[in-house]
């Protein structure tokens, strides 16, 4: 347990402290239940808001092979109702209370979260504790098959029906083998759906969804006493639950180029260029980062420059580091213009790789990504709720990291780097011999596919 001065955002503003002393400070106060539940907590008296956030360590990467997509099937059972709520109250009790709440899963964790005025947060707790506690007393084979539909008929809206919607679950499927855990997407499989029973689906409940495999983050208009009064009152009674076995922590890697075509019921080509690269906040992650707003980060960035303005050949292009606690993949995304074909786009995409090898970027390329990037954290430390607020970033960067106040830390990998650190991490990771090319071209156009020579179809 620890508690820090109530400091929220130290920033140096006089003209005698150096620009290295600048800090940034959430204060929090953590603690632990007998039970293993993680608890951290932060004052903010800014408005009369709290935000009460719950991490559990668990997502569709701990799932295993034939049996994927549980882990987002909780995120919706996790909303019908538990032991003391009534089915259809969860939503009703808060929203009277002028709250509202949400949830999301990954492949590396679930969280849930409740927005509410600072009279209601014990509400909240009870609602967490209740379904942390009690949802197995509640569940039945009727609501797991009602909600099973609903995730098999989300995963048709959200991939099999959506234009291009395939191309994310073709690129897992060859960039990761078949037993590790990022080969599946996080809402699994029709037929692993479909075949999974009820004791599976509540054998994966009992493993993970524990307090000793949760953080329990609040954030607002509370005072620290209270509000760990309140949280001991109700999440206490909650059974520890057994020990989580460790994530099969196996690095994935290509020795070869992969290239695939892929027809879809879209009207222009687009293209997916995918490498494995650095886990979160392990060197190279930050790097990556940089990189992807460099090549893609806005109209002046240098594919956009090329791609979309001087040579009007793409209708978009995006390039990002999608971070993972297992591992992570760097793409580059980018749609023809109507009339033009995806090896125009490889082409410029290649010599603009090519060009970042050789040369590193400008320093007024790196320092527009490091001001933007900065003014985006400090403009999250002015929320305490919702994705991306302080409760959630308190108890991401301790699931992560084991430290909740890793503001400091975060920001510091990034505005260490300078222009040779990107073009690095370019050589490093950006391999010609080890990486996915995805062609998404329109139902029966695969002349539109990169390059004239074309592997077979997926």
């Not at 992650?285 to 956009?304: F, I, N």
Request: hydrophobic share 35%; proline share 6%.
């Amino acid at each position: 347990m620890r508690r820090i001065l109530p400091i929220f955002v130290l920033l140096c503003a006089t003209a005698g402290y150096a620009q290295e002393d600048t800090r940034l400070v959430v204060p929090y106060e953590r603690f632990v239940l007998h039970n293993g539940l993680n608890v951290i907590l932060h004052e903010d008296h800014t408005t009369p808001t709290v935000s009460v956030n719950v991490y559990y360590h668990v997502g569709s990467g701990r799932e295993k092979p034939g049996r994927t997509g549980f882990a987002h099937l909780f995120e919706h059972i996790m909303f019908e109702g538990s032991g003391h709520v009534p089915e259809g109250a969860f939503d009703n009790w808060l929203e009277a209370a002028g709250g509202n709440n949400n949830g999301s899963t990954n492949p590396d964790r679930t969280n849930y979260w409740e927005d509410i005025p600072s009279n209601a947060l014990e509400l909240a707790l009870f609602l967490e504790s209740d379904r942390m506690g009690y949802l197995l007393d509640a569940m039945s084979p009727e609501k797991v098959d009602g909600q099973r539909d609903v995730v098999k008929n989300e995963r048709r809206q959200s991939y099999e029906n959506r234009p291009y919607g395939m191309a994310s679950l073709i690129i897992r499927q060859n960039m990761y083998p078949p037993e590790h855990s990022y080969h599946w997407p996080t809402i699994g499989s029709q037929e692993d759906l479909s075949a999974a029973s009820y004791e599976d689906v509540v054998e994966f409940f009992s493993t993970y969804y524990s307090p000793s495999n949760a953080s329990l983050s609040i954030a607002g208009d509370i005072d620290i006493a209270e509000a760990r009064a309140l949280v001991e009152k109700w999440f206490a009674d909650v059974p520890a639950g057994p020990p989580v076995p460790p994530a099969d922590a196996t690095v994935a890697f290509l020795t070869e180029e992969k290239r695939l075509v892929h027809e879809d019921r879209v009207s222009l080509p687009r293209l997916y260029m995918s490498w494995h690269s650095p886990a979160y906040y392990t060197p190279g992650d930050a790097e990556l980062d940089v990189l992807g707003d460099v090549l893609a980060g806005g109209k002046t960035s240098r594919l956009y420059q090329r791609l979309v303005y001087e040579l009007q050949i793409a209708q978009n292009v995006s390039a990002y580091q999608g971070s993972g606690e297992l591992g992570s993949s760097f793409a580059i995304v980018a749609t023809a213009r109507a009339g033009h074909d995806l090896d125009e786009l490889e082409q410029v995409i290649q010599e603009e790789i090519d060009r970042i090898k050789a040369e590193p970027p400008s320093a007024r390329e790196v320092q527009r990504v490091l001001n933007q990037l900065e003014a985006s954290r400090l403009d999250g430390l002015e929320r305490i709720g919702g994705f991306g607020g302080k409760a959630d970033r308190l108890n991401a960067f301790y699931i992560y990291t084991g430290n909740p106040d890793y503001f400091n830390e975060d920001l510091a990998r990034y505005m260490a780097l300078d222009p040779a650190d990107i073009q690095a991490a370019a050589q490093t990771w950006l391999r010609d011999d080890g990486r996915v090319v995805l062609s998404v071209v329109p139902e029966g156009q695969t002349e539109l596919a990169s390059e004239a020579t074309k592997p077979k179809t997926d």
